[in-house]
């Protein structure tokens, strides 16, 4: 009996994605990519995926990409039975199982990048390959990751972006687009919060060793929220991984420098699990 | 009519420039503003008001809990509580009470509640507000999507501790414990009365009505802005079916009282406008964190009463008078005012802000002497047809200890 099955008809009103996955905690919304090439897993980060993303598109001309969206993004109803890392953790290898995917290459950004180094570290054999895009879960005193739940929309788009005045933000002077913003912030930043308020830290240090993906780190040299001194963090604990570190790029250097990030992924399709890891 | 003076406990000394140069008076506050030899005398000035309150005949006194705020020193209610137990003879002592989800474990509130309704001789009024974002997200780092769910599962285990008479063992998702058996036991039965200070989520209302709890609204908006905010909680109760008793809400507002009107401007504004002005000071990222608030609530469109949208140091004395932010006069004008407010929110239980901003021992007890003198009497008996209904408030023992006094004592 499955955890968890896939649904390739049915979507919530509002969806613009073909494909949910229900599982017992959780029914999630999968956007989906591309036709050929490797399987490719994305978790997205704290600020969310729209379909229509540069990067699902780069990633998609290249490979056949399932993106599920974390409950509270999307229009699949709010998971209060989701409340740990060890919930989330759970719940997204269910998601992998049920999809359609063989012997995928897990991509997590941001938050994404978190629950999809504690996937590799829980089921080190299930996930063999593993590439996180300035992922959260580590904490460094010296170098304290900003507090996004403090900030306002225009100091995250400021922080997050090499260019945050290009950024839109919504105008809370009007209540009808402030009443949209505080929907938006408490199903999406209330989900994010589970795992990252009030220190984005779930003890994932002394789990990542247990880790055998091979792995790429890649950073945007310019990330203002995770600093790219995190990347050595990452490094040092994951036995078999390479660092790319990607000009011109903040912390969005999913939407930045999509090709970077895309090229940097491809160096794992030839990985396989002969490379290192007992089968 | 049940008459409880409260003070928020401000620190009196402010800066003036706190909006210009201070991100928040709350949270992160600079904790050098505080002078703990400065604090000697603020905490025990209050504390002679408070027992001050007693003396003077008020139902109740109030405290209540805020962390890392320089308009509310008391972290601990409780301690406060304690140290008026034995020197207020009469009050109600009104705990506005334990945010439940911050203590560690939560039979800690049901224990030391126990202690103080004891002590008094059964004169504690329980509150269990769910707590602002601030206190609960920001200074104890408890997650707000998650919140509402710890507080309710802290107040179940807190409720059964107080009514079961055997031990038993309680397996929370936030709380595990193998033997829940507190000594000592609440002196009121089954438990003392229950307060919940809400503000605004509409959740509180049919918990209050559930666990037939008293809801009280505590805004600085004033009572005119809270009408519609109350008309909903007696929406609720229409709804539910249950008794409209008064006494099933409460409301707090700010108060002063003077000879006559122009002598209450001269002698309160600028001590409203303390308050106002430099307390009122939070910054829209630490107003309420993102899944603080329930999607219904928010689409109800309420507000953090902290959001920007409330310029409160842009209003003058009379904008404040006028918009029952402040009910500020002579005894006829502060009683008239009441009375409205009573009518038209149907409350029971008023938590009178008597103490505002940096307002000096002395001019509180002035304000304090001529309420009690002078718009009590005339107030109290607004409720003639409930006043036997005794659900939402103490009933104390009727013969109690006399605490010995110092002098007894010296050889």
């Known amino acids: 009996m499955t955890a968890a099955t896939a649904t390739f008809a049915s979507a919530p009103a509002g969806s613009a994605s073909a494909l949910m996955v229900e599982t017992r905690t959780a029914d999630i919304e999968v956007l989906t990519a591309g036709s050929e090439g490797p399987d490719i897993v994305f978790l997205h980060g704290v600020l969310g995926l729209e379909p229509d993303s540069d990067f699902l598109r780069v990633l998609g001309a290249r490979t056949r990409v399932f993106a599920p969206l974390l409950p509270g993004f999307g229009a699949a109803p709010d998971a209060p039975l989701v409340r740990t890392m060890l919930d989330f953790t759970l719940l997204m290898l269910d998601v992998v199982e049920a999809l359609p995917v ?17 996937m590799a570290a829980i089921a080190p054999k299930e996930i063999r390959r593993l590439a996180l895009i300035a992922p959260l879960g580590l904490w460094l005193d010296d170098h304290q990751i900003l507090d996004v739940f403090a ?116 160096g794992l399709f030839e990985s396989s699990f002969l490379t290192g890891v007992n089968p | ?241 249950v008794d409209d008793s008064p006494y099933r809400a409460g409301f707090a507002q700010t108060i002063c009282v003077a000879d006559t009107d122009a002598e209450a401007e001269r002698l309160y504004a600028k001590h409203v406008d303390y308050f106002y002005n430099r307390c009122l000071h939070v910054p829209p990222a630490f107003a309420d964190a993102p899944g603080y608030r329930t999607i219904k609530t928010i689409g109800a469109g309420v507000l953090s009463q902290y959001s920007s949208d409330n310029r409160y140091d842009q209003l003058s004395w009379r904008d404040l008078v006028d918009g029952g932010h402040v009910i500020a006069g002579s005894p006829d004008t502060v009683r008239e005012r009441l009375e409205d407010l009573i009518k038209s929110l149907r409350v029971g239980n008023l938590f009178c802000l008597l103490h505002v901003g940096d307002m000096p021992k002395e001019l509180c007890k002035h304000s304090t002497q001529l309420f009690a003198d002078k718009v009590m009497p005339g107030l109290r008996d607004v409720w003639p047809e409930y006043a036997d209904d005794n659900r939402f408030w103490p009933v104390p023992l009727p013969e109690r200890a006399i605490p010995m006094t110092a002098a007894a004592v010296v050889p």
């Open chain 1, 151 to 266: 900030m306002t929309p225009r100091e995250i788009t400021d922080a997050w972006y090499v260019d945050g005045a290009r950024q839109g933000v919504p105008d809370l002077d009007d209540p009808v687009q402030l009443e949209a913003a505080l929907i938006r912030n408490a199903r999406q930043l209330g989900t994010a919060g589970k795992l990252l308020f009030p220190i984005p830290d779930r003890g994932l240090r002394s789990r990542l060793p247990r880790v055998k993906a091979s792995s790429v780190l890649i950073w945007g040299a310019e990330d203002r929220y995770v600093p790219p001194v995190y990347a050595a963090a990452f490094r040092e604990l994951l036995s078999r991984s390479s660092t790319t570190l990607v000009q011109e790029a903040g912390h969005m250097v999913i939407e930045e420098q999509p090709e970077a990030v895309a090229d940097a992924i491809a």
């Open chain 1, 102 to 118: 063989v012997d995928p290459i897990l991509v997590g950004h941001c938050l994404g990048g978190m629950i999809a180094a504690e």
């Open chain 2, 1 to 241: 009519m049940n008459f409880t003076w409260f003070n928020l406990m401000p620190w009196p000394d402010l800066p003036s420039d706190l909006r210009e140069n201070h991100r928040s008076v709350w949270v992160d506050l600079d904790s050098r503003l505080f002078d703990p030899v400065r604090g000697h005398h603020v905490y025990n000035d209050y504390l002679d008001l408070l027992e001050f309150a007693d003396q003077v005949g008020f139902d109740g006194v109030g405290v209540n809990e805020h962390h890392q705020n320089g308009y509310g020193l008391m972290p601990s209610p409780n301690l406060m509580a304690a140290a008026l137990a034995r020197r207020t003879t009469n009050a109600a002592l009104v705990v506005l009470g334990n945010s439940l989800a911050l203590y560690n474990p939560p039979i800690r509130v049901a224990e030391e509640f126990a202690m103080l309704d004891v002590i008094s001789g059964g004169r504690l009024v329980a509150g269990f507000p769910v707590g602002s974002s601030m206190d609960t997200n920001y200074c104890y780092g408890q997650i707000p999507a998650l919140l509402r769910e710890k507080y309710k599962e802290a107040h179940d285990l807190v409720i059964r501790a107080w009514t079961e008479p055997d031990p038993f063992a309680f397996n929370g998702s936030y709380t595990q414990l193998r033997y829940v058996n507190i000594w000592p036991r609440p002196l009121q039965q089954p438990h003392p009365p229950v307060h919940i200070p809400g503000g605004g989520s509409v959740e509180t209302y049919d918990f209050c009505i559930d666990h037939t709890y008293s809801y009280s609204y505590l805004s600085f908006s004033g009572y005119r802005r809270a009408g519609q905010l109350m008309k909903g909680y007696w929406n609720a109760v229409e709804r539910r079916g």
